[in-house]
C-alpha cells in the first residue's frame, strides 16, 4: 500500500513537470530586446508578472552577468524551471552572444553572456515588470545627452505629424533642422532622410537632391540607403549626363526589410523512481519546440510576428491523449512611438490591466497626451498552451495609464468585463500606483469584483536601495486562490456517469445560476503572505542574499457534493544565499545557500551549492548539491533526502547541445518502519538558432 501511495504521488509530480517542461510556466518571461542608445545598448527583458529585483553579479563590469528576481505573485512558479533560452536578434552588431533565465531554489535567475567585457548598470522597471540593462560603450556612437536625446525624439514626432498629418511642410523642414542642429543622436540619420523628402515634396529638386547626396556620404551602407538612393535616381533620373554618371556608380548593397530570428530545438526527458528496489518509469517525453520571430524596424515604427509552439511525444501515453501540439505565442504586434499607437493581436500572454494570464485576442494602446494612454483588451481565455482558440470565455476591457508625475508617480486605472458561457465570470475594476525614484520604488494594485463584491488583489512592493551595495525589499499580497471566477466552480464536479464537467454551460444541467455563483465562492479560497528580504555586496564580486515569508490559506466550505478543506495555517518560510563570481575561474558564478520551513504539519531545512563554470569558449558545465532534512509531526515521519545533478552544456555559434543528469535519493524512518526511494532524472537536446 505504501509503495502505491508513492508511486501515485510520483506520477502527479511527474506529471506537474511534464506540464512545466511543455512551457506551461516557461511563459514568465514576454521578450528579450537589445537597442542602441547614446551610451552604447540597452537589453530590455520584459516579464508577464511583476518580479522584484534582487540583486545582480558581478557589480559593474564583466562579459557574463548574473541577475536574480523573486516572484512577487505568491502563486507563481516556486518549482525549479529548466534553463529557458531567449530568442533575441543577437546580430554582428549586437553585443550580446545569448540570454538564459532558470528558476531555482526560490529565486530566478537571468545569465547575460555578452561578447566583449562591458561596463553596465541594472535597473527595475516602474512597473517591475521589465529588467533594463545598459551597456556603456568606450566610444559612445553617439555624442548627444540623454536630454538631448529625449528633445530629439520629442521634435521627431512633432515633424512627423507635420509632414504627414497636417502637410505642414516648412514646420515639418525647421524641425528636422532643428534635430540635425543637436549633437549626434540615433535620430540624425532619419531627420537628413525626411529632410530631403520634405525639400522633395516642397518642389526643391536640387535642395533635396544634395541632402540625398549628404546621406549617401554619411551612410554609405544601412537599411535606408538603398530607399535614399533610388529617391535620388528619380530625381536626376531627366538627364543623359547624370544617367551616365549612374551607371558609373556602384549601387550600394541592398539590405532585407525584414530581419528574421529563431530557434528549434528537440529535448528528451526521462524519469525513473526505485521504491524498495522496484523501478518504474514515471516520465519519458520527447519536446519539439520552434520560435521564430520576423521584424522590421525604424526609428519610426516596429512590425513584429511572433509564432512559439511545439510538439510533444509521450512515450508512456497509451494513445488516449490527444493534447500534443501546443501554441505558447502566435501573434502581430506593431508600434509607432511617434504617432503613439501599438497594438498586438493573437495569442499572448499579460497580466496586467484585468487581464489574468494567456489570451487569444487584441491589445491596443493609444497615446492621448505625453503622459497619458489608453489601452483596450478583447479576447479568449487560454487556460493552456495545449488548447485552441476556446470561445466559452470572453472578455473586454479598458485601461487608463497616466504619469509619470513630478518625476515619480505614476498611475493605471482598468475596468474589465468578463462572461462564461451566458453567466458572469468575472467584473474587474482595478489600478496600479507606481513610485519610483533611483533609491526607492513602490508599485501597490488593487483588483476589486464588483459583481461578487469582493477584493480579488491587494498587493504592495517596495524596493529600499539603502546604498549601491544594499537592497531591502518587501512584499505583502492578499489575494482570492485561485482569483475569484465562476470557471472556479467547476471544480470537483461530475456527472452521474463520472466525467469531469468542463464548461459552466454544462454545469447549469445540474445547478442554478445563483448556486453555481455560490459554489464559485466555495471552491475560492484566501491566501495571506508577507515577505521582507535583502541583499548586500561585500565585494563586486560577492552578494549575499535573504528572505523570509510568511503565508497562509483559508479553509474552504463543503458545498457541490465537493468536501472542505482545512486551513493551512501561517507557514513560514526562510532562504539565504552567498553568490560570488570568480571564485573558481574568470566567469563562474557559485553560489552556497541555505533553506529552513515550517508548517502545521511539518518542518524542514537544508544547504545547497550548485556553480555554473566555463570549461573553456564552448563547454561548459553546472554542477548542483541539495541536502534536506524533513519532520512530520502528525505522523512522527523523519526524512534525509539528496539532491545532485550536474548540466553540462556545449554551444558553438548557433548551436547548442544539452545534457543534464540529476538523481533525488531519500531515506524515510517511521516509527516503526523505513522506506528508500531512488530517482534519476536525465535531459538530452539539442537547440540552434537562426537569424
Known amino acids: 500500500m505504501k509503495k502505491t501511495i508513492f508511486r501515485i504521488c510520483a506520477v502527479i509530480l511527474t506529471t506537474l513537470i511534464s506540464s512545466m517542461v511543455a512551457a506551461e510556466d516557461l511563459d514568465i518571461i514576454d521578450e528579450a530586446l537589445v537597442k542602441e542608445t547614446a551610451e552604447g545598448y540597452e537589453i ?348 466559452d470565455r470572453k472578455f473586454t476591457g479598458l485601461s487608463l495609464n497616466v504619469g509619470p508625475y513630478l518625476d515619480a508617480w505614476e498611475f493605471t486605472f482598468y475596468g474589465l468585463n468578463q462572461t462564461s458561457g451566458n453567466l458572469v465570470d468575472r467584473q474587474a475594476v482595478g489600478g496600479e500606483i507606481r513610485y519610483f525614484r533611483p533609491e526607492l520604488s513602490l508599485v501597490s494594485l488593487l483588483d476589486y469584483d464588483v459583481f461578487y463584491g469582493e477584493m480579488n488583489i491587494a498587493t504592495v512592493l517596495a524596493t529600499w536601495n539603502i546604498s549601491s551595495d544594499t537592497t531591502f525589499n518587501a512584499t505583502t499580497d492578499f489575494r482570492k486562490l485561485p482569483i475569484l471566477t465562476t470557471q472556479n466552480a467547476l471544480q470537483g464536479q461530475i456527472t452521474p456517469d463520472f466525467k469531469a464537467i468542463e464548461t459552466t454551460d454544462e454545469l447549469q444541467k445540474f445547478f442554478s445560476d445563483k448556486e453555481i455563483y455560490q459554489l464559485a465562492r466555495d471552491r475560492t479560497l484566501d491566501s495571506r503572505s508577507i515577505t521582507v528580504g535583502g541583499s548586500h555586496a561585500f565585494t563586486p564580486m560577492l552578494r549575499l542574499s535573504s528572505d523570509l515569508s510568511v503565508f497562509s490559506i483559508s479553509s474552504s466550505t463543503e458545498s457541490g457534493g465537493v468536501a472542505a478543506q482545512p486551513s493551512s495555517g501561517n507557514q513560514y518560510f526562510f532562504n539565504t544565499q552567498l553568490t560570488g563570481t570568480g571564485l573558481i575561474g574568470k566567469d563562474d558564478i557559485t553560489h552556497f545557500g541555505g533553506r529552513w520551513s515550517r508548517t502545521q504539519s511539518s518542518s524542514a531545512w537544508g544547504f545547497y551549492a550548485g556553480s555554473r563554470y566555463p570549461l573553456n569558449e564552448h563547454w561548459r558545465i553546472y554542477p548542483r548539491m541539495g541536502v534536506d532534512h524533513v519532520r512530520w509531526t502528525l505522523i512522527d515521519k523523519r526524512q534525509w533526502r539528496y539532491t545532485p545533478k550536474l548540466r553540462v552544456e556545449y554551444r558553438k555559434s548557433r548551436f547548442q547541445a544539452d545534457f543534464e543528469l540529476g538523481s533525488e535519493w531519500s531515506n524515510s524512518q517511521l516509527a516503526s518502519d523505513s522506506e528508500t526511494t531512488w530517482g534519476l532524472f536525465g535531459v538530452l537536446g539539442v537547440r540552434y538558432e537562426f537569424r
Not at 536578434?89 to 567585457?117: A, H
Not at 521589465?130 to 556603456?136: C, D, P, Q, S, Y
Open 44 to 391: 530590455g527583458i520584459r516579464f508577464n508578472e511583476t518580479m522584484q529585483l534582487v540583486g545582480y553579479t558581478p557589480e559593474s563590469r564583466g562579459s557574463r552577468l548574473y541577475v536574480d528576481v523573486l516572484h512577487t505573485n505568491p502563486s507563481g512558479s516556486v518549482n525549479d524551471v529548466s534553463k529557458e533560452l531567449l530568442n533575441i536578434d543577437s546580430g554582428k552588431e549586437s553585443p550580446v552572444k545569448f540570454i538564459s533565465y532558470q528558476e531555482e531554489n526560490g529565486y530566478g535567475r537571468l545569465e547575460i553572456v555578452l561578447k566583449t567585457v562591458e561596463e553596465f548598470t541594472v535597473v527595475s522597471s516602474p512597473d517591475m515588470r521589465k529588467i533594463v540593462i545598459a551597456l556603456k560603450s568606450a566610444e559612445p556612437k553617439f555624442s548627444a545627452t540623454v536630454e538631448q536625446e529625449e528633445l530629439a525624439k520629442s521634435l521627431m514626432k512633432d515633424a512627423r505629424r507635420a509632414l504627414i498629418d497636417t502637410r505642414d511642410f516648412p514646420a515639418a523642414l525647421a524641425l528636422y533642422q532643428r534635430v540635425l542642429g543637436l549633437p549626434s543622436n540615433k535620430y540624425s540619420q532619419d531627420a537628413l532622410e525626411y529632410l530631403g523628402l520634405v525639400r522633395e515634396r516642397m518642389g526643391e529638386r536640387d535642395e533635396a537632391i544634395r541632402v540625398y547626396d549628404h546621406y549617401l556620404s554619411q551612410y554609405p551602407e544601412g537599411p535606408g540607403t538603398d530607399r535614399v538612393n533610388q529617391r535620388r535616381v528619380s530625381l536626376v533620373s531627366a538627364t543623359a549626363a547624370v544617367q551616365q554618371k549612374r551607371r558609373t556608380v556602384k549601387p550600394p548593397v541592398k539590405k532585407p526589410d525584414w530581419e528574421t530570428y529563431g530557434s528549434i530545438s528537440e529535448y528528451y526527458y526521462r524519469n525513473n523512481y526505485t521504491v524498495d528496489g522496484t523501478t518504474d518509469v514515471t516520465a519519458s517525453l520527447l519536446m519539439t519546440d520552434g520560435d521564430i520571430v520576423a521584424r522590421h524596424r525604424t526609428t519610426i515604427s516596429e512590425t513584429r510576428l511572433r509564432v512559439s509552439g511545439g510538439y510533444a511525444h509521450d512515450f508512456l501515453d497509451d494513445g488516449s491523449s490527444d493534447r500534443t501540439t501546443h501554441i505558447s505565442s502566435a501573434y502581430a504586434e506593431y508600434k509607432d512611438e511617434y504617432r503613439g499607437i501599438s497594438g498586438r493581436l493573437g495569442r499572448q500572454s499579460s497580466r496586467r490591466d484585468g487581464v489574468l494570464s494567456r489570451f487569444d485576442g487584441i491589445r491596443g494602446e493609444y497615446e492621448l497626451a505625453s503622459k497619458a494612454q489608453v489601452a483596450f483588451v478583447a479576447g479568449y481565455p487560454v487556460s493552456s498552451s495545449y488548447d485552441g482558440v476556446q470561445t
